[in-house]
Each structure stands twice: as C-alpha cells, then as structure tokens.
C-alpha cells in the first residue's frame, strides 16, 4: 500500500477513528479507503503527521520541501526558513505560518501568539504589543532603547535564552532605580545594569540616559557575560561656578570638589525637580530641587542653595551671594542681625565672590568669642565680627566749627551718625579696643544689643568695616557714649 500512498491532515486522521463506527455499504466503502490512508506506516494515530525525512530541512518556498504536506515556515522573510509539517500543533512563540499550527490558534508575525490586554496575560518575560485589534502576546524582541519597546515594557540587559551571551530585550518593566541613580548591583536597576554604582540603560541618545550620563559604546558585564552597546555611562565632570554654567545639561553648580579637605572648585550636579525652590527651607539636599541643603548651626533646620557669583542673577529673592572659597560663592539669606537666623545661625559680613560689594548674610557660627570679648581678628568671634571700638564723648553742644567747641573736642557728626545735619563737640580722646561685636537693626532702638550678657549695649549704625578694598557703614553693637 505504499505505492501512491497519501499523508492527510490531523483531522481527516481523526476522522478514520471516528468513522469506524458506522455500518453500511456506502459508508463502509469510505472508511475503507480512509482506512488505507491512514493506515500509512508514518503516521502516529492522535498524534499528526510524523515525518521520517526532510522535516528541519533550509527552505526559501513550499516548494523546497520534500515532504507533501511540509510548508517552508519563516519568521523573517529576508531570511532562510524551515520545512516544518504543516498542521504540527506548537506552543506559543514557535515559528508558524498557519493559526492552525499554534496551539493558541493564531499566528501572528510568523509566530504562534496569544490575545492580551497587557503584560499580565502574558507568560513571564512576554510583553502586550498593540496589533490591529487589542493586543498580541510576543516573547522578549532586541531593542536599543525603550522607544523601540511597546507600552509596559522598557529596553533592559538580559542573557538571550535562544542564542546566548548578553543581550538588551524589551522586558516587562519592573520596580527599581531609575537610570542615572545609584546602585550597588544591577537587580537594584529597572534596566538590570548596574555600571561603578549608577544604573546604565540601553540607549540611542544622551536624554534616555540620567543628568549627570552620556550615550556612548561601552561594555558591561552581567552573570559572566560580556557585551557592549550604547549605553548610558557617566559624564566627564563639567567645572561650574554658577547655575548658568550648567544649563544646557539641566544641572545646575551644586557640587564641591574637595582638595585634602580644602574647596578646590564645584562642578555641575543632578537638580530634584518638584522639590522645594531656591531659598525654601530644608533639612537635606534631597528637599531641595538644587540638591544642596545649606543646614542650620544647630542642624534643625536648612536653606536651599547653590553656588553662585551674582545674588541678582542666581540667587532667590531675599538671598544673597556670599563669598565662600575657590572663588565660589553661595546663595544664603539676607539679614540684619541674628534675630534673622533660624537654627543657631548668626548673621555675619562677608562680601560677594567678586568682592565688588559687602553684604550681611545668615551662616554658621565662626568662632568661639562671644559679643563684647576681646578678640584680635575677625574669625575668633561667633560672628566673625572683630570690631575696633573707639569710645567717644559726644555733646549736645551744636556747631559750624572746631571754633566753638573746647579745647578737648572738634566739630563733627557723631561716629555713629557719619551723615548728621548738624554737628555738635565730639571728644577727640577716647578708649580704643577691639571687641567681638553683632549686627543690629536701629529700627529696635538698642533692643538688639541690650539682650545678652555684655556690655556693647548700644546699636550705632555709623559702624565702619572693611573687606578687602571694599568698606560698609553697618550698624553693630558697640559700646555705650560717654556723655
């Protein structure tokens, strides 16, 4: 019966089983010529067609199989197929060309698919790609980025399960840092890749990758294996002395580069947008969308800040730029005296990087020397304010010149009125001492100066300081006239 034998598809074979089972000449004819086909010495009853050669056989067309009932299956038409029996029932993800080869009952872009809302209805790894109608099951694709990824799934590193070695795979996405943060191993990553303690992505273009990252060719290794791709790697270092300098990369100045526990400089850092602005208060750098958190003396409170070189320009409204060290400057709260300064800070002198002006700003205690101590330079006193005192009789004795005033006096406004309309007879004698002084506002009267235990009870506002080439008039506590 092998000459002229016939294969049939798997349901003509069960119909022969089924068919058995009627009587009469006519339908027993039928059968009996059924029951020599399927009666072929290659087929497995209930289990398809069994082929004993040309199946897995290279393939272009149906043509190029031995095999009658064979069909040449594909899943890239550029590429070479293989003969596969036509109606052999596969599992999902198979190579096919016909639903009725999938177990599922669809085919879809040469594999055998599955119908789904999203990644849930899929088996592990798979993703929901959006088709025609709803959505198909697909097993991992290679990808070079997320864009390349459907909806729920993002471009990650993966070993290759079909060929091996490492590969980057639109998996499901998962819970875990995102690109461009810290880590300490690449499960901690949604991209799985953890590269000198920051998460890398697959990428094609620097803005997938994190603030302070490029896309470039580089390599990584995972589970012993090896690959390189465009991924994203760490940046060089951008030097910066203000926000502006950091603006094309969406940084901004806000990180210090140390020299043995000196300032040599700052460089641009990551910003935390949606976090407090410039000037807010905060109690650490992630509180601030700057990513630097100038904190109180006491640590109980902080103010957001960055590096900067002009208040105008860099700094929010009601700071100012205070000169620090490398010609670095640092937006901090303006103020009058320490009644100004929350958390233990004092307010202090100091001028801008450029030295171009003298402002008062809240910062950290400076010295140890207390007001109305004795002290030789500035940085012994709390608020780093040493100021020459000279003691003064003033009178009440009005006049044009030195003419009229005695011999012990002269003519002029009194040092803590430099800008009078009227002078009077000021001794020119008088006590001369340095002393630890604080800033006052004469709007209290010498309320500012009275509270604490010293005797720099009075607020003059015709003190004269000096920085550098740059002088101010301020008012400080100073000690009380001699009348």
């Known amino acids: 019966m092998k000459t002229n034998e016939r294969r049939f598809p798997r349901r003509l074979i069960m119909m022969c089983s089924t068919r058995k089972r009627f009587v009469g000449l006519a339908i027993v004819l ?68 016909n639903p009725q080869q999938c177990e599922s009952g669809l085919c879809y872009d040469g594999h055998c698919a599955r119908q789904c809302k999203d990644a ?32 729920g799934g993002l471009c990650a590193f993966s070993i290759d399960e079909d060929g091996g070695g490492l590969a980057t795979l639109c ?58 791709f ?88 009601g700071q100012t730029c205070a000169a620090m060290a490398a010609g670095l400057g640092l937006c901090l709260a303006s103020c009058d005296r320490n009644e100004d300064c929350p958390g233990g800070n004092v307010c ?34 709390v608020t780093g304010l040493c100021l020459t005192v000279v003691t003064y009789t003033v009178t009440d004795q009005e006049c044009s010149d030195d003419d009229v005033c005695d011999s012990d006096y002269e003519c002029r406004c009194p040092p803590e009125e430099p800008d009078c309309s009227q002078q009077v007879c000021v001794s020119e004698e008088g006590s001369v001492q340095d002393r630890c002084s604080e800033l006052c506002d004469p709007a209290n009267g010498d309320a500012d100066c009275e509270d604490g235990d010293h005797d720099m009870t009075l607020c003059s506002d015709g003190v004269q300081t000096s920085f550098g080439a740059q002088t101010k008039t301020v008012a400080a506590c100073s000690l009380p006239r001699e009348e």
């Open 30 to 97: 039928v059968v009996t010529l059924l029951v020599g086909a399927c009666g072929s010495d290659d087929v497995e009853d209930g289990e398809g067609v069994n082929h004993t050669q040309g199946e897995g056989q290279p393939c272009h067309t149906d043509s190029d199989c031995e095999e009658e009932d064979d069909t040449c299956t594909r899943t890239d038409p550029a590429e070479e197929g293989e003969c596969r029996p036509l109606f052999e029932i596969r599992p999902l993800g198979e190579a096919c060309s």
């Open 120 to 151: 849930e209805d899929c088996p592990d790894n798979w993703l929901c790609h959006e088709a025609n109608e709803g959505g198909i099951c697909k097993p991992p694709g290679e990808c070079a980025s997320d864009s390349d990824c459907p909806s």
């Open 171 to 228: 998996l499901p996405e998962e819970v875990g840092v995102d690109v461009g943060e810290s880590c300490s191993e690449d499960s901690d990553c949604r991209s799985r890749g953890c590269v000198d303690g920051f998460c890398t992505a697959p990428c094609a273009s620097d803005d997938q990758c994190g603030a302070l990252q490029v896309c470039k060719d580089d390599s990584i290794s995972i589970d012993g294996e090896d690959g390189e």
């Open 230 to 317: 465009e991924m994203c790697v760490e940046m060089p270092p951008i030097d910066c002395t203000t926000p502006g300098d950091c603006e094309e990369q969406a940084l901004t100045c806000n990180t210090v580069v140390p020299d043995e526990g000196a300032v040599e400089g700052a460089i641009c850092g990551r910003t935390n947008p949606g976090q407090t602005e410039l000037g807010g208060q905060c109690t650490g750098s992630d509180d601030c969308e700057s990513d630097r958190c100038w904190v109180s003396n006491d640590g109980s409170t902080g103010e957001c800040s960055v590096f900067c070189q002009n208040a105008d320009q860099d700094c929010a409204d």
């Open 348 to 381: 202090q002198l100091g001028t801008d990087p450029q030295s171009e002006s003298v402002h008062s700003y809240c910062s950290l205690r400076v010295g140890e020397k207390s007001t109305g101590e004795s002290c030789a330079e500035n940085h012994e006193c």
